[in-house]
């Protein structure tokens, strides 16, 4: 009788581990190298894996494995995940189930959305990703739903309204889980919108908590708003996903610019946007904060990745959060307390001229006097910033940031802001075009040191930046893609181009590395799409749209 | 003499395109409002930097119809804006695109 109690109690269990993602495994993310379960490879976001099988000698063996279409045109912007031999992949139209040994599709799911969305995004029609736990996939949609699917299926099992897009709302970020909380993000900081974070229960979809982005009257920080409604227009998006430390169980959270983008109307600091908020993701509940940028007026979102890592300062290990922020500063700041451990530019910068260590704020310079007086300047690094959202790698043996970096200026002159209508674009700005100022690429594949801001190598991408998150590896391997189409591997001491494939239409996606049955593999997403899409039209006009995977492994010798 | 004959030809010109179509400068300031805010983050700042929009400083006088139905419904990657512009908005806007940038 006992026997057969335990072997039900067993078969009970069993299927478990098959379909359930424990918070362990997810805290684990990098161990298990079969599984990519995080956004990031890993709640740091390091985006570096130890595998090394693929590597500077062996790279020339790389080959495609399997390319599946994603039936989509608007642009892959996407991460994979994987999961016990199946890649889960999402578009801003489907989520797509392949397995992985014969890239075959399991199952796609459609999001639908009222064709008007569009008007509400600012940058480009797409996804970055799902997160997946307990045998759920959980995503965004572009109209601003939260929806969980059946990892098995493909069945939706749950579906929540997160912000009504008619306002100005939408997802394009992948959500993260914490501490068993599912935490979404989102855009509209252009459209007169306050911006927050939500907490979900990944069972029921039930709404646990939101923390706004910007305080309301009698809310700590409202002081540094005016008074009136302007809170309510104050942006502070959160579009893209914040790194987890399990240990301090703090959420690292980057906020976007503040709204309009003309100051005029919101002197102040303008707390808590263009900043990084540390929260505990059981409550929401903020612990501290770090403001990048106070009275942001140039777009300088302080949303992408948050690198967590160890390095050594004066001698000392420290648990810091890095970030490339988009106003061209290079910030270090310990994890546990946010104290400023390090603010270096990392590429040529004008509207500030440095950072003050002692209050952490940035110096304006003149140029940016110019710009409150009413005048138009010439702004570097431009308003789409020294880098944008695609993703940096850390490679804790190097102890180096690689990133895909831009040097670019444009002109930038304040118009009145005019009436605020919901869901209307409510930004003030005129940003227009100026000729190239020197004889530097406007893009490069930098390898950075955190501490400094000063690059070990430049690797020129001349006359289109890449819009590709990086992935490093222990193989002494870099991979990203270009906008054109190539997926590059480079040597991650000098950059060198070792291997490339074109994979039919551009990426601006996220790649990642895993092993299937003792294999290395590399996966990207391609599909031209996302915001430089739109601004360099008329140099990618020959590079056909179409969104797909694809897998590549080593050709066995 | 001569100078008039040329200033008149012009005129011909001029006429010959705007003959059906003559904007008040009430609209073409609205237009100009409207296109400003929502339709310059892709047509550019006064459609001189068309990025991935369609250059708009091209599109064809004699094409209203076109210009209405792509407003109203979408076109490629431009979502619909029918339920947001009223029918006066969408004259104001073509007449901001026909004749607001002109020097």
């Known amino acids: 009788m006992k026997r057969i109690a335990l072997a039900t109690t067993l078969f009970l269990l069993a299927p478990a581990p098959a379909y359930c993602q424990s918070l362990e495994d997810l805290k684990n993310d990098g161990k298990n190298t079969d599984n990519v379960l995080t956004y990031g490879m890993g709640y740091h976001q390091n985006r570096y894996s130890k595998l090394k099988e693929i590597n500077k000698q062996t790279v020339k063996r790389l080959v495609p494995v399997w390319n599946v279409s994603l039936a989509s045109n608007y642009g892959e912007q996407g991460q994979p995940f994987v999961y016990d031999g199946v890649m889960y992949v999402t578009n801003a139209e489907y989520t797509v189930a392949i397995d992985i040994a014969t890239g075959k599709q399991k199952w796609r799911t459609p999001v639908g959305w009222d064709p008007a969305t569009p008007r509400v995004v600012c940058c480009g029609v797409s996804n970055k990703g799902p997160a997946i736990y307990n045998g759920k996939l959980f995503r965004g949609t572009l109209d601003a739903y939260i929806v969980a699917l059946d990892m098995q299926t493909g069945k939706q099992i749950w579906k929540e309204k997160a912000a009504d897009w008619k306002e100005g709302f939408s997802i394009t970020g992948a959500p993260q889980i914490a501490n068993g909380v599912l935490i979404t993000g989102m855009s509209g900081a252009e459209f007169g919108t306050r911006l927050f974070l939500d907490g979900w229960d990944p069972d029921t979809g039930k709404h646990l908590w939101r923390h706004y982005t910007v305080p309301a009257p009698g809310e700590k920080g409202y002081d540094t708003w005016p008074p009136g409604d302007a809170y309510l227009r104050g942006g502070g998006s959160t579009w893209i996903t914040g790194s987890y430390d399990p240990d301090l169980d703090l959420l690292y959270w980057g906020t976007g610019n503040a709204g309009p983008w003309n100051p005029a109307t919101r002197p102040g600091d303008n707390l808590y946007t263009a900043s990084l908020l540390a929260i505990k993701p059981k409550t929401g509940e903020m612990v501290w904060y770090y403001q990048f940028t106070p009275n942001d007026m140039y777009d300088w979102d302080a949303n992408w990745e948050m690198i967590l890592g160890d390095l050594n300062v004066n001698g000392q290990k420290r648990k810091v959060v890095m970030q490339l922020n988009r106003n061209g500063f290079l910030y270090v700041l310990d994890r546990v307390n946010g104290k400023l451990l390090a603010a270096n530019p990392f590429e040529k910068v004008n509207w500030a001229t440095h950072v003050d260590m002692a209050t952490g704020r940035p110096i304006e310079s003149e140029i940016s006097k110019k710009v409150r007086a009413g005048e138009k300047i010439e702004l570097w690094p431009s308003q789409w910033g020294a880098k944008n959202w695609p993703h940096a790698a850390f490679n804790p043996e190097t102890g180096l940031l690689y990133a895909n970096t831009m040097h670019n200026m444009r002109y930038y002159k304040f118009v009145p802001v005019g009436e605020y209508k919901p869901g209307q674009r409510y930004q003030g700005i005129e940003n227009t075009p100026a000729p190239r100022q020197d004889d530097l690429a406007i893009g490069h594949v930098d390898a950075i040191d955190p501490m400094t801001g000063k690059q070990k190598w430049r690797a020129p991408t001349p006359n289109i930046p890449n819009y590709s998150a990086m992935l490093a590896t222990a193989g002494g391997l870099l991979f990203t893609g270009k906008q054109t189409g190539e997926f590059v591997a480079l040597d991650i001491d000098n950059g060198k181009t070792l291997w490339q494939f074109q994979t039919g239409s551009g990426i601006n996606a996220q790649p990642i590395t895993f092993t299937h049955k003792g294999r290395q593999y590399v996966a990207i997403q391609s599909g031209l799409g996302g915001v430089n899409q739109a601004r360099m039209a008329e140099d990618l006009k020959n590079v056909p749209r179409g969104g797909s995977v694809w897998a590549f492994a080593l050709m066995p010798e | ?103």
């Open chain 2, 1 to 103: 003499m001569k100078r008039l004959a040329i200033l008149g030809c012009a005129l011909a010109v001029f006429g010959a395109n705007a003959a059906a179509q003559s904007f008040t400068p009430e609209q073409i300031k609205k237009g100009a409002g409207i296109f400003a805010q929502n339709c310059s983050p892709c047509h550019g700042a006064h459609m001189a930097d068309p990025q991935g929009g369609f250059d708009l400083r091209k599109f064809p006088h004699d094409e209203k119809n076109r210009f209405v139905t792509s407003v109203t419904q979408g076109k490629n990657s431009m979502p619909p804006w029918g339920d947001l512009f009223k029918p006066d908005d969408i004259d104001a806007l073509w007449a901001y695109v026909m004749a607001g940038e002109k020097q």
